[in-house]
């Protein structure tokens, strides 16, 4: 695209009427603005869309050069000619030293060589001009983006605790309710124990967002949880269901098969393998259409194969659309209207970290299955 140099006037400045008239008309393709002398051009000046200077070096009040050092201080950018029939050594340099005149133009007024000059002048206005546009455009939107980012990191962030936190505050008004009908001393105790634990947990999912709040006020972002490790993978899974029961079988039935040795080890901290499950089974439950609890099945199936653990959840509810199938891990892809898009990118970080693997695939019978793959850790 041809650039369109009537967008960036011209101010010229003569005392000689002729002249002016002279340099309109060689000056065709541009805007010309006029001024009579040093004082008119320096209010013209106040315009902030003045592309170049053009200026007589004799004046009727001040010369040229010292017209370019008061309009370099206003319009630092505009670019400066020094015009006349004849420049002296002295006024060249002072125009270089002084007021930075980039070149100079020699009368009288022939349109080619005229436009050709004032071509060469704004070009690199126009490309310094453009580059600083997408600079803002790319830096606006990089601020957006980062906001965006961090407020769709913070939500999940927050999502996790507090789902918990209601999972555990149900659970443990339920279990208050089953101890005071206990029919003996006995039961009442084991359900306060159960109580107690729901409670320690809430207690961990308060603690979890309060750090949150402190690092977002001290100016950092929400940190994903690191893998590190190592933990007892049965025991982490164990206490994600225990959790989680409470709340999903008001959806579905909750199945879980452990087929490992207690003692298994993988190189992942008891949390993280926790946020996990506990991430995939709640896509799981919200997964399911509006039917009978009864009519709904999450397994979670774990096991040790070839030197790894296999954590299988499957469901049997609607499964993946063949078009979002290649974009389930894609962070901030969600067909949720609430969903951030955020909990199975993290899902396949996290996992990734540990050296293992997260695939999804449709069933056969219906719904689909979430299986993570982990290298097992050596024990002390």
């Given at each position: 695209?041809?650039?369109?140099?009537?967008?960036?006037?011209?101010?010229?400045?003569?005392?000689?009427?002729?002249?002016?008239?002279?340099?309109?008309?060689?000056?065709?393709?541009?805007?010309?603005?006029?001024?009579?002398?040093?004082?008119?051009?320096?209010?013209?000046?106040?315009?902030?869309?003045?592309?170049?200077?053009?200026?007589?070096?004799?004046?009727?009040?001040?010369?040229?050069?010292?017209?370019?050092?008061?309009?370099?201080?206003?319009?630092?950018?505009?670019?400066?000619?020094?015009?006349?029939?004849?420049?002296?050594?002295?006024?060249?340099?002072?125009?270089?030293?002084?007021?930075?005149?980039?070149?100079?133009?020699?009368?009288?007024?022939?349109?080619?060589?005229?436009?050709?000059?004032?071509?060469?002048?704004?070009?690199?206005?126009?490309?310094?001009?453009?580059?600083?546009?997408?600079?803002?455009?790319?830096?606006?939107?990089?601020?957006?983006?980062?906001?965006?980012?961090?407020?769709?990191e913070l939500v999940h962030e927050l999502s996790n605790p507090l789902g918990a936190l209601e999972?555990?505050?149900?659970?443990?008004?339920?279990?208050?309710?089953?101890?005071?009908?206990?029919?003996?001393?006995?039961?009442?105790?084991?359900?306060?124990?159960?109580?107690?634990?729901?409670?320690?947990?809430?207690?961990?999912?308060?603690?979890?967002?309060?750090?949150?709040?402190?690092?977002?006020?001290?100016?950092?972002?929400?940190?994903?949880?690191?893998?590190?490790?190592?933990?007892?993978?049965?025991?982490?899974?164990?206490?994600?269901?225990?959790?989680?029961?409470?709340?999903?079988?008001?959806?579905?039935?909750?199945?879980?098969?452990?087929?490992?040795?207690?003692?298994?080890?993988?190189?992942?901290?008891?949390?993280?393998?926790?946020?996990?499950?506990?991430?995939?089974?709640?896509?799981?439950?919200?997964?399911?259409?509006?039917?009978?609890?009864?009519?709904?099945?999450?397994?979670?199936?774990?096991?040790?194969?070839?030197?790894?653990?296999?954590?299988?959840?499957?469901?049997?509810?609607?499964?993946?659309?063949?078009?979002?199938?290649?974009?389930?891990?894609?962070?901030?892809?969600?067909?949720?209207?609430?969903?951030?898009?955020?909990?199975?990118?993290?899902?396949?970080?996290?996992?990734?970290?540990?050296?293992?693997?997260?695939?999804?695939?449709?069933?056969?019978?219906?719904?689909?299955?979430?299986?993570?793959?982990?290298?097992?850790?050596?024990?002390?």
């Amino acid at each position: 695209m041809l650039l369109d140099y009537r967008a960036f006037p011209v101010l010229y400045v003569d005392g000689d009427g002729d002249d002016v008239r002279a340099f309109r008309e060689a000056a065709g393709g541009f805007t010309v603005l006029t001024a009579n002398n040093a004082e008119q051009a320096l209010r013209v000046l106040e315009r902030p869309d003045i592309a170049a200077l053009v200026v007589e070096q004799v004046l009727p009040d001040m010369s040229g050069v010292e017209l370019f050092r008061r309009a370099r201080e206003l319009r630092p950018n505009a670019a400066r000619l020094l015009a006349g029939h004849g420049l002296d050594a002295d006024t060249a340099l002072a125009a270089i030293n002084v007021a930075g005149v980039s070149g100079y133009l020699t009368k009288p007024w022939r349109a080619e060589p005229l436009g050709q000059a004032l071509r060469q002048a704004i070009d690199p206005l126009h490309v310094d001009s453009s580059l600083e546009s997408m600079e803002m455009r790319l830096w606006h939107g990089g601020q957006v983006a980062a906001a965006a980012t961090i407020y769709e990191e913070l939500v999940h962030e927050l999502s996790n605790p507090l789902g918990a936190l209601e999972i555990n505050a149900s659970l443990v008004a339920d279990l208050i309710e089953s101890a005071h009908d206990a029919p003996s001393t006995d039961v009442a105790r084991t359900v306060m124990e159960s109580a107690r634990e729901a409670h320690a947990d809430s207690i961990a999912a308060i603690e979890q967002m309060k750090s949150l709040v402190s690092r977002m006020r001290q100016g950092r972002r929400p940190a994903r949880a690191q893998a590190h490790g190592p933990c007892y993978a049965a025991s982490a899974i164990d206490a994600t269901v225990h959790i989680v029961r409470t709340e999903a079988e008001k959806v579905a039935r909750l199945e879980v098969k452990l087929d490992l040795p207690v003692h298994t080890i993988v190189p992942m901290d008891a949390s993280v393998l926790g946020q996990l499950l506990l991430n995939l089974l709640l896509n799981a439950v919200q997964a399911f259409p509006a039917r009978a609890p009864a009519q709904n099945c999450v397994q979670v199936l774990a096991r040790v194969a070839g030197g790894a653990l296999q954590l299988c959840v499957e469901d049997n509810g609607p499964g993946i659309a063949p078009e979002h199938m290649g974009r389930v891990f894609e962070p901030f892809f969600t067909t949720k209207d609430n969903g951030t898009g955020l909990g199975l990118a993290i899902c396949r970080e996290l996992v990734t970290r540990s050296h293992g693997t997260i695939d999804v695939q449709n069933l056969a019978k219906g719904g689909c299955r979430f299986e993570i793959t982990l290298p097992l850790a050596k024990s002390d």
